[in-house]
């Protein structure tokens, strides 16, 4: 008997009859050539996340994005009139990345009037526009006008800058990020200034990690040893069961039970955790954000028990937003079919006493904790996803309903995409 | 040179551990021995109270340097507690060489 109560036909996962029951092919997470595929079918060609208007913070900001599964790197800038640009990060001159410091394959920030080649001297201003050619009068029937950046399609919702690489794509961000980005509207991001950011390179496929966090079902298990003993045994029992899930195109929600902040019961957590009030779900004396009531897409089910809900924007982003009014997000940045770079990045209010600034520092040291051990098993399933065994199928529980989903929209997006071609 | 206020002289054994970052801090964790991280443990959890007390005086943009240290040496108590609480060794078990590296941090 389910703690809370499943949709009419029984089930989260039958009430979304496309995703089927049966078990789940992983051949999807091994494949050179799929991985090929979803590079063009996917990262090309959707709203992807590259940063918050914060990173941007005045006229002139710019910030690279390296977006190696779409093939390209790309600039995001804050133009002289304030508004807020991207453009592929290559010289229109001889195709020299144009924005780079030191490393051309790393990601660099800052603040500057015009951006220069380094090899020519070639120069753009903050609006794309080609403003500056070495020795002009050597080229031939040359109109700087016409050699102004390749900009890319961006858009911004509630703080969040978002680029579609496909130039002919006619779908607004609103539009691409559905009901769940319309229910969060209003929600104070804003507010939650104080950062601290995590990067990893994981050797796994990216949708194996974005499985790994889509599901709590592993919680009580693998992060058992988390929790206090006695009642290791007692979360292991319960196992997990979610508030409510949500399915929206290729989008995705769980709403999830936050018993723990605070405990019920002190003997629950770690000594640390009382002595300053904190833990993996955040400070337990939630900061006033103005926040008078939740809005609509937040805790869906509205249930007293309501701790977090965890948003999945496909393809490759992840919102987490948590009872004590603090957000964490996820980014999944596929370098190839069997690695990833993962990005954790927490937002908080700024703290004002030290006491809250180590209430927050205990929950994201928490959040790495625990990300080091959902980490750690990533690699171990990709390689005998990889291995030659007989075993090609894989039993997806209600509680994984979104894993199955997210299969189920990859293989969707690369079948339009293959037909498209086709087509063409 | 990191100094600590001198009501919690007893913790200038442990002053190293008051960097800034997490990054360093849990490049120390993962450097040291349980016996090393227990010492520190010990020494310092009971004195937290006080020292949380003890910051509280201020605001964190206006803490004095050596308040300063104070709280990033409870910042490594944090990084540190895991291990003594929970895992019984300097890294998470099974992790391997799986790292998850900080960043971007605050200023404090």
Known sequence: MPHY???????WTQHYPELGTEPVSYDDSTSPELYELERDAIFGRTW?????????????????????????????ARGMDSEIRAFHNICRHRGNKLVWSDYPREETSGVCRQFQCKYHAWRYNLEGELTFVQQEQEFFDFDKADYGLAAAQCD????????????????????????????????????????????AEVGSNWKLFIDAFAEFYHAPILHGGQYQPDEAAKVASYGYEALAYGIDGPHGMVSSWGGISPPKDLDMVKPMERKLRSGLFGPWDAPDIGLDELPPALNPARRNSWGQDSFFFFPNFMILIWKPNWVLTYHYWPTSYNTHIFEGTCYFVPPKTA????????????????????????????????????????????????????HHTVRRYIDDYRLQKASR | MTTLPAEFADLEPFRDWAVHGERARYAKRIASTMAELQAFYDAAFPRMDAAL???????LDALPDDAKHLLWLYCALITVSFPVEAWRQPRVPDSGAASIDEVVSPAI
């Open chain 1, 5 to 11: 109560p499943k949709p009419a036909e029984g089930s």
């Open chain 1, 48 to 76: 992807v996340n590259v940063g918050r208007v914060e990173q941007l913070p005045k006229k002139g900001s710019f910030f690279t994005k390296e977006l190696d599964a779409a093939r390209t790197s790309i600039i995001v």
């Open chain 1, 156 to 199: 911004v919702w509630e703080g969040f800058i978002f680029v579609n690489l496909d130039a002919s794509n006619t779908t607004s961000l609103r539009d691409y990020l559905g009901e769940f980005a319309k229910g969060l509207e209003g929600y104070p991001f804003h507010a939650l200034t104080q950062v601290h950011k995590y990067r």
């Open chain 1, 355 to 406: 006491r809250e600034r180590l209430a927050q520092e205990y929950a994201v040291v928490s959040f790495k904790e625990y990300g080091l051990q959902d980490g750690n098993t990533l690699e171990a399933t990709q390689t005998m996803l990889e291995s030659n065994t007989p075993v090609r199928a894989f039993p997806l529980n209600d509680q994984e309903v979104l894993l199955r989903h997210l």
């Open chain 2, 53 to 59: 007390d003890y910051l509280d005086q201020f605001t």
